[in-house]
């Protein structure tokens, strides 16, 4: 079975949370198979499902992404898998449109829409559950199957890098990756004293972490706010850890 294309991977964790990211993902679904619709949520740990990733070919996508997470994700057969998962498992489940037995459900997001079946992926992480679901107009052989999988993961691994609830004990790691990301034009040493900032580390502490003097640190401060303008604390942690 020929792979994924990985520089399609590539592009994809680098469009994660972007409106171009679902897009690029319906885009090559759609070449490999009968996949009209995609669609991304996650389940931080004692929350609501969070939608996170859309884009369809077919008509009243976002109404049907609005009544799945406020009306019948519980109703979904993949549902009760996932949730009972280990932390640090993947899933993939195979859904068709007649094992939905909620007939309102059913309506909405599958005949109504022309689905026949949906293939989610998903991986449930230390403190959330993600899942990307592809919505197919044809029951999907095997080949498909395989090359579909191999493209959710690549999928997966954006959202995750993204959207990824940021845990205390990785907490500097993961902003500065995401302010690398988002914020290219910062230093090395800018985006190291930036993160450290955002994660609440007082001056001293940043220093002393980082093997430089107060003055140094308050000055890669002052040049990360330059760069980034005058809002730029409060633009710095909304993209470093939405």
């Not at 980034?228 to 633009?235: L, S």
């Amino acid at each position: 079975m020929e792979p994924v294309n990985p520089e399609i991977g590539a592009r994809l964790v680098e469009l994660a949370g972007t409106p171009e990211f679902a897009k690029v993902l319906l885009r090559q679904a759609s070449a490999l198979s009968s996949v009209v619709e995609v669609f991304g949520y996650i389940v931080p740990d004692g929350r609501e499902p969070i939608a996170i990733v859309s884009a369809s070919l077919v008509s009243g996508s976002a109404a049907r992404v609005a009544e799945y997470i406020h009306r019948y994700f519980r109703m979904d057969p993949a549902v009760h898998d996932m949730l009972a998962l280990p932390r640090d498992h993947g899933f993939a489940q195979r859904v068709k449109a007649q094992q939905i037995s909620a007939p309102d459900y059913r309506r909405t997001c599958f005949a109504r829409p022309g689905f026949a079946e949906k293939l989610t992926y998903g991986w449930r992480g230390k403190a959330y559950i993600i899942v990307l679901s592809l919505y197919c107009t044809s029951e999907e052989g095997s080949s498909a199957q395989t090359q579909l999988a191999g493209l959710a993961n690549l999928g997966l691994a954006g959202m995750v890098g993204h959207h990824a609830p940021i845990t205390r004990a990785d907490l500097v790691e993961t902003i500065e990756r995401r302010l690398r990301r988002s914020f290219p034009a910062l230093s090395q040493r800018e985006t190291q004293v930036a993160a450290r900032s955002l994660a609440g580390r007082t001056i001293r502490e940043i220093a002393s972490d980082l093997g430089i003097g107060e003055g140094s640190a308050k000055t890669y401060r002052h040049r990360v706010n330059a760069k980034i303008g005058n809002d730029a604390r409060e633009a710095l942690l909304r993209e470093a850890v939405h």
